[in-house]
């Protein structure tokens, strides 16, 4: 194809959005009118266009592009991106029989190219807010967009009719900012299913990709929650999601053009609003799609394991406070240091330092150190007996909120919620985005095309009574990272898994990677070893690992004599561990309060050590958050930990391994040992800790395992 004469169409989640040429000195963009649908005239593409595909970078690679041989398994091009042969598509272009070539991109954020005959006839950008698509004309039934035409799929039939802002007033009188979209072209008097959408992000950052769903025949109400760009009152992360997102629906149903049937969307924290808006039982809410949800405060964000979160709360509620919209500088480490935030002292005055300012998030959260009713009102997970709504769970084993996510599963399995569904991939936060993470390199199926046909399908079913099947399928679909595949499961934790316990033993010095530490099938007794291991804990000198979930390597931190590891033998056979995990440790301190932060991972034959699944607790939450109770020194505790769900094989040749220790600053301030209020930055107390691993005292972690 010849840069400048090219026409490329685009399509944004099966929506054409208009004709892209790559002049020599500009983008050129003839954009369809959101409205009428109208086709415009050519102009420079607008900076503000906001399209997911990197146009500017297809721009300036255009030569590349052309001067690929597309050929082989894989294809490297002068700048350097590596492409691997992906899927074919078979359609009729032009009358004639035309089989594509896709390719998949690696080791970057997906841009896939399909080819035909070796030459480039599309870009496809997967995406979870909607796959993009820039094709040439004619080329569209040989490239993922294929995937919309599903017969039973919404169809872009419709344009968009943006009726503006009004100012919907909640129960205490706030008035929250909310946009309606609905379908321009409906026949008038039409009744409508909605999707309905509360950010604290603004309204308007991901509009035009809400959008879409009015295009496919649902009104969209698009709402800032309280505290949050236009609407009035204050953030209080949490506190009001569950009225606030009750009162809404009450107000969508009560509009001429609703049909009563509401449905919600969210991700990250807006899929915690989604979660405790299911838990209001509205009986309008008839479907809940939440992606990667922020969990309850003292599960995923605020207080993670009873701890005072760090860095991954810092980022946030900092971003949230310096004005009424997100500075997203900030949460993404850009503007303050995240090695600075954490550091920083007094906890309580840590936003003064970094923003010059005090957050009225962080002082609410300091007044109230112990979970009490402030916090109870937050746990949607105590509430899970007023969910009826079917609810389609997305994240991934690199989510950084996949404890929130873990905490859902759990409600929704506990309370028997029909039509509940997940959908786990080799996915970070941002899911759907790449196919390798550090030194992890997955499948090219990895990413998905279906990804948004996916959560359409959702709604289809459940807001416009579609009889689509999705409800009929596997209520799990998940990723075995190792070999690398898709797999389906009647449940989650796979109903096929075995719960198996790998018992922690060792010579009595399982300090560091170095120590004598072993991890087998068998109980104490029958490897007759010590009974426990010891390391001093100075929260002075914490952990410093990434903080992040994702496939770090804790080779270095492992030659650390505050964390003590616990290694299988090499495995003969392969073991594939697919589920949610737990571990049960025997424990005593010296002191009166402490935290524990247990890993596993994947022990390589080179020594390197990459984390699959971890999680920290605060000792006196060990019978409830609502029951605190002090250590008494020197006594023996059993401490039942969740952890992160995984789905991974280890290979033959691999290992198994655990660790224990007591910090990870990147996750959680270090508890100072002493029980007092964390806010109050106590001195610190080093103290003694033992993990005790005998007959009495049988500490383990529970892999659900998979039968090879």
């Known amino acids: 194809m010849t840069t400048g004469t090219t026409i490329y169409k685009l399509y944004a989640a099966g929506v054409y959005e208009g004709r892209i040429r790559f002049a020599e000195s500009a983008i050129m963009h003839a954009k369809v009118d959101a409205r009428r649908r109208t086709q415009m005239q050519e102009n420079v593409l607008a900076e503000s266009a906001g399209y997911i595909l990197p146009l500017h970078k297809i721009s300036v690679n255009q030569s590349h592009y052309a001067g690929a041989e597309w050929q082989d398994e894989e294809v490297v091009l002068g700048n350097g991106d590596?492409?691997?042969?992906?899927?074919?598509?078979?359609?009729?272009?032009?009358?004639?029989?035309?089989?594509?070539?896709?390719?998949?991109?690696?080791?970057?954020?997906?841009?896939d190219i399909v080819?035909?005959?070796?030459?480039?006839?599309?870009?496809?950008?997967?995406?979870?807010?909607?796959?993009?698509?820039?094709?040439?004309?004619?080329?569209?039934?040989?490239?993922?967009?294929?995937?919309?035409?599903?017969?039973?799929?919404?169809?872009?039939?419709?344009?968009?009719?943006?009726?503006?802002?009004?100012?919907?007033?909640?129960?205490?009188?706030?008035?929250?900012?909310?946009d309606v979209y609905l379908p321009e072209g409906v026949v008038p008097?039409?009744?409508?299913?909605?999707?309905?959408?509360?950010?604290?992000?603004?309204?308007?950052?991901?509009?035009?990709?809400?959008?879409?769903?009015?295009?496919?025949?649902?009104?969209?109400?698009?709402?800032?929650?309280?505290?949050?760009?236009?609407?009035?009152?204050?953030?209080?992360?949490?506190?009001?999601?569950?009225?606030?997102?009750?009162?809404?629906?009450?107000?969508?149903?009560?509009?001429?053009?609703?049909?009563?049937?509401?449905?919600?969307?969210?991700?990250?924290?807006?899929?915690?609003?989604?979660?405790?808006?299911?838990?209001?039982?509205h009986p309008n809410l008839k479907a809940v799609v939440n992606e990667v949800n922020v969990g309850s405060p003292f599960v995923d964000t605020v207080r993670k394991g009873g701890t005072v979160c760090s860095w991954p709360l810092l980022c946030w509620t900092l971003a949230q406070s310096v004005g009424t919209r997100t500075d997203f500088d900030i949460f993404g480490g850009r503007t303050v240091s995240p090695e600075k935030a954490v550091d920083a002292r007094p906890?309580?005055?840590?936003?003064?330092?970094?923003?010059?300012?005090a957050s009225g998030p962080w002082d609410i959260w300091s007044e109230h150190p112990e979970y009490d009713d402030f916090w109870r009102n937050c746990t949607y997970s105590e509430r899970g007996e007023h969910v009826k709504a079917p609810m389609f769970i997305i994240s991934g084993w690199y989510d950084g909120d996949s404890a929130g996510v873990s905490e859902t599963w759990r409600m929704l399995?506990?309370?028997?919620?029909?039509?509940?569904?997940?959908?786990?991939?080799?996915?970070?936060?941002?899911?759907?985005?790449?196919?390798?993470?550090?030194?992890?390199?997955?499948?090219?199926?990895?990413?998905?095309?279906?990804y948004d046909v996916n959560v359409l399908r959702w709604f289809d079913r459940f807001l416009k009574g579609i009889a689509n099947g999705i409800e009929q399928e596997p209520r799990a679909r998940y990723y075995v990272v190792g070999t690398n595949e898709w797999r389906t499961s009647d449940d989650w934790t796979p109903s096929e898994a075995t719960a198996t316990k790998w018992y922690l033993g060792s010579g009595g010095r399982a300090n560091s990677s170095l120590g004598d530490g072993v991890l087998t099938l068998m109980t104490a007794k029958a490897h007759g070893q010590a009974e426990s291991d010891s390391y001093v804990y100075n929260p002075e000198e914490p952990v410093a690992d990434s903080g992040e979930r994702e496939p770090e390597n804790m080779r270095k931190h492992e030659l650390r004599s505050d964390i003590l590891v616990y290694t299988s033998e090499v495995l003969a056979e392969a073991v594939t561990v697919a589920g949610e995990l737990s571990c049960e440790l025997y424990a005593s301190s010296s002191g009166v309060d402490t935290d524990w932060v247990v890993t596993l991972s994947d022990v390589d034959?080179?020594?390197?050590?990459?984390?699959?699944?971890?999680?920290?607790?605060?000792?006196?939450?060990?019978?409830?958050?609502?029951?605190?109770?002090?250590?008494?020194?020197?006594?023996?505790?059993?401490?039942?930990?969740?952890?992160?769900?995984?789905?991974?094989?280890?290979?033959?040749?691999?290992?198994?391994?655990?660790?224990?220790?007591?910090?990870?600053?990147?996750?959680?301030?270090?508890?100072?040992?002493?029980?007092?209020?964390?806010?109050?930055?106590?001195?610190?107390?080093?103290?003694?800790?033992?993990?005790?691993?005998?007959?009495?005292?049988?500490?383990?972690?529970?892999?659900?395992?998979?039968?090879?």
């Open 189 to 281: 008097g039409t009744k409508l299913p909605t999707i309905l959408i509360r950010t604290c992000y603004d309204r308007n950052l991901r509009k035009t990709f809400f959008m879409r769903w009015a295009n496919k025949g649902y009104a969209v109400v698009n709402q800032d929650v309280r505290g949050r760009a236009d609407s009035e009152g204050e953030l209080v992360p949490f506190f009001y999601e569950r009225e606030d997102s009750s009162d809404t629906i009450d107000w969508i149903v009560a509009q001429d053009w609703s049909d009563g049937n509401v449905g919600m969307w969210g991700a990250s924290y807006l899929g915690y609003v989604v979660t405790a808006a299911a838990t209001s039982g």
């Open 347 to 357: 906890i309580r005055e840590i936003p003064q330092q970094m923003i010059g300012k």
């Open 413 to 450: 399995t506990k309370h028997d919620v029909p039509n509940r569904k997940i959908w786990l991939g080799p996915w970070e936060h941002g899911p759907n985005r790449a196919r390798d993470l550090l030194d992890a390199s997955f499948s090219n199926d990895a990413v998905v095309y279906n």
């Open 605 to 708: 034959p080179k020594g390197n050590s990459i984390k699959l699944s971890n999680y920290i607790v605060r000792a006196k939450y060990r019978s409830g958050l609502d029951a605190p109770e002090l250590l008494t020194p020197g006594k023996v505790e059993k401490f039942a930990i969740f952890m992160q769900n995984i789905a991974h094989t280890f290979p033959v040749g691999h290992r198994l391994r655990f660790t224990v220790t007591s910090s990870s600053k990147m996750i959680a301030f270090p508890n100072t040992n002493t029980g007092l209020n964390p806010y109050s930055d106590p001195q610190p107390v080093v103290v003694t800790q033992k993990i005790y691993h005998s007959v009495t005292y049988p500490s383990h972690v529970s892999l659900p395992i998979l039968a090879n």
């Open 115 to 178: 080819t035909v005959d070796g030459s480039v006839v599309a870009f496809v950008a997967p995406n979870r807010y909607g796959m993009e698509v820039l094709v040439v004309d004619g080329y569209e039934a040989v490239t993922p967009l294929v995937e919309y035409a599903d017969p039973l799929l919404s169809k872009p039939e419709f344009g968009v009719d943006d009726l503006g802002t009004d100012l919907i007033p909640m129960r205490d009188g706030v008035r929250l900012a909310t």
């Open 82 to 111: 590596v492409y691997q042969k992906h899927i074919q598509y078979t359609g009729e272009v032009a009358g004639r029989e035309v089989v594509a070539q896709v390719w998949a991109l690696r080791k970057d954020t997906a841009l």
